[in-house]
């Protein structure tokens, strides 16, 4: 049985903490894609030491999806792959994860239509999140040469009390703020989908790019890029802290 010692520095890890966003086992009915979308994440132990910790799985409400399940990792360079898909105990739906440890982890998470036309995205782990995130490209019911392209806007709050959060869409050609997505309320440690498909605020054909504003918070966030029935494309958003000025070679 772990000690309580142990589970207060569990809990008090935040640095070393990783924060995935997850989409799992969602059945899509209208929006960026049609397909039923399953995960799977990956976590590495970076230290020298053996590593402990627990996985939460939070709902869309901040309510718990599943008890949370503890891990051990050898070190150095322990795996552990945790699929969505294979766990009896996750009801459908979607949601997010927090893993704390008491040692340095890295994650990939997975994003994969199961049993259907192969479709796939990746992304890595937050340590920490930001109150400002920036997606270079995003779009919206935008003709590409594979079929139209969509945007999924993943946004989970890392931090402790509830999250309201903006998301600016900004065009790609005029530089110009297009619209506004206000009043967005996220609970601590759970995300929120904003699926640029449904937004009837935005222009046929339109591609730009977002950013993501939650004064006072702390937010990890991950796009998904969907073209046509089968492409897609996931990355992380990057954090204020991560901007700087491109250098262009002489």
């Known amino acids: 049985m772990r000690s309580s010692g142990l589970r207060n ?4 890890a935040l640095a070393l903490g990783v924060v995935l966003v997850l989409t799992l086992l969602l ?3 209208a929006g960026s894609t049609a397909k039923t979308l399953s995960t799977n994440f990956t976590l590495v132990n970076l230290g020298p030491d053996e590593v402990h910790g627990e996985v939460q799985y939070i709902k869309p409400d901040g309510g718990a999806w599943r008890t949370s399940q503890s891990f051990t990792l050898p070190a150095p360079g322990g795996q552990l792959v945790f699929r969505q898909y294979a766990d009896p105990e996750l009801p459908t739906g979607q949601g997010s994860v927090i893993v704390n440890a008491d040692g340095p982890l890295g994650a990939v998470a997975q994003i994969q239509a199961r049993n259907q036309t192969p479709t796939s995205g990746a992304y890595v782990g937050f340590s920490e999140g930001s109150d400002t995130f920036y997606v270079p490209l995003v779009a919206h019911q935008r003709s ?9 806007i993943i946004i989970q709050n890392t931090g402790s009390a ?7 869409l900004i065009d790609w050609f005029t530089g110009s703020l297009v619209y506004s997505k206000t009043g ?3 609970n601590p440690g759970a995300s929120f989908l904003y699926d640029l498909a449904n937004e009837g605020n935005l222009p046929a054909n339109w591609i ?13 966030v991950v796009a998904n890029f969907f073209m046509g029935p089968n492409g897609m494309q996931t ?12 250098r262009m070679p002489p």
Not at 208 to 220: D, E, N, T, Y
């Open 9 to 12: 520095r569990l809990l008090r």
């Open 27 to 29: 059945p899509v009915q």
């Open 144 to 152: 590409t040469a594979s079929g139209l392209a969509n945007s999924q």
């Open 162 to 168: 509830v999250a309201t959060a903006t998301v600016d």
């Open 184 to 186: 967005i309320s996220v």
């Open 208 to 220: 730009g790019s977002a950013k993501v504003r939650a004064p006072g918070a702390q937010v990890a």
């Open 235 to 246: 990355f992380n958003g990057f954090p204020a802290s991560r901007a700087g000025r491109l």
